[in-house]
Nanobody, 115 residues
Framework: QVQLVESGGGLVQPGGSLNLSCATT????????MGWYRQAPGNQRELVAS???????NYADSVKGRSTIVSDNAKNTVYLQMNSLKPDDTALYYC?????????WGPGTQVTVSS
């Protein structure tokens, strides 16, 4: 059974940084896509950043230039480094993986940006 486990969330002051990680377990197959999404209260879930197995990345305009997504394909693990965090970045962050045509979600990790 494929499971995604996110970690690295927490409370951080504006201007601070966080490094989120998402590990995939239970699959011998390589993910062809992994991404980070977020959902703030009252808002729809939105893409933050994604990366394909080939290394192509995509970022939301709101985080472009201050976030970096990298993957360890051998471990089916993806990391999201976020810098210069703003209160608007406060949300529940979810990891998504696409493996052999199936999509999987983690339970989420909370990021709160507040002074």
């Amino acid at each position: 059974q494929v499971q995604l486990v996110e970690s690295g969330g927490g409370l951080v002051q504006p201007g601070g940084s966080l490094n989120l990680s998402c590990a995939t377990t239970g699959s011998i197959w390589r993910a062809n896509y992994m991404g980070w999404y977020r959902q703030a209260p009252g808002n729809q879930r939105e893409l933050v950043a994604s990366i394909t197995a080939g290394g192509s990345t995509n970022y939301a305009d709101s985080v472009k230039g201050r976030s970096t997504i990298v993957s360890d394909n051998a471990k089916n693990t993806v990391y999201l480094q976020m810098n210069s965090l703003k209160p608007d970045d406060t949300a529940l962050y979810y990891c998504n993986a696409q493996i052999r045509g199936n999509g999987y979600w983690g339970p989420g990790t909370q990021v709160t940006v507040s002074s």
